[in-house]
Structure formats: structure tokens, C-alpha cells
């Protein structure tokens, strides 16, 4: 396989993946804990607006190329492989209906909370 190839299939992983810890979100034998966690991944990963705007030289790539995938790998590991396989079978059959991923609407809330979060931050320290 070529580099491209690998890269392709990885990211269809990882996009897979993705839609996998939605529906482990909603699995009832999901740890409390792995379901907060996939539940802040998820909202970020399916997000409309990045936390660092890809706008931004190099910076702007390394949440999607780097941070989302790692997040999600860890996440993953820590669901049960039975809920897993389950979800990951769910996740791949509403990929083939849908030809999408959804879209976290509370994914966006969040990312505008920790810009404003910072933006806070960065006023009180410059005013102090």
C-alpha cells in the first residue's frame, strides 16, 4: 500500500471511529466515565467550528491531524470490546444509509465556551 492509501484508510478509521463513540454515547453498557469522555470527544470531533481555526498556519491542522485522532484511539480503548464491536457494526451501518457523519450542534457550544473561557482569561489578565 502506498502512503496515500494508508493515509485514506486511516482516516476513514478514524472518521468511523467517530460515529462509533456517538453510538457508545448512547450505550447503555458504556462506563459513566468512557461516555463523558467519548461524549466531549464526540462533541468536539463533530463540531462545525474548530477550537484552533484551520485557518492558522500549521496550528490549525494539528487538532484534526494529530489531537482528534489520539483522543479518539484512547477512547476507544477504553470502551468494552463487546460494546465496541456493537457500535462500531452501528456506526458503520448509518455511515453506508447516511453518506455523512452528524454534526454536534453541543460540539460548537463547547468550542465557543473555551474561546470565551479564554478570551476571559487573557481580559483579566491584561487589565490586572
Known sequence: MTFWETSRVWAKRIKRDGVTLWFAGKHARTPKLVK????????????????????????????????????????????????????????????????????????AVLVIFVWVLVAALVWVVLVN
Open 36 to 107: 463523558l469522555i467519548g461524549v466531549l470527544v464526540v462533541a468536539y470531533a463533530l463540531s462545525p467550528i474548530d477550537l484552533i481555526p484551520d485557518f492558522i498556519p500549521v496550528l490549525g491542522y494539528l487538532d484534526d491531524v494529530i489531537l482528534l485522532p489520539i483522543l479518539i484511539w484512547l477512547t476507544v480503548k477504553l470502551l468494552p470490546s463487546d460494546v465496541l464491536l456493537e457500535c462500531r457494526q452501528m456506526a458503520e451501518d448509518w455511515m453506508q444509509e447516511k453518506q455523512t457523519t452528524p454534526i454536534s450542534r453541543w460540539g
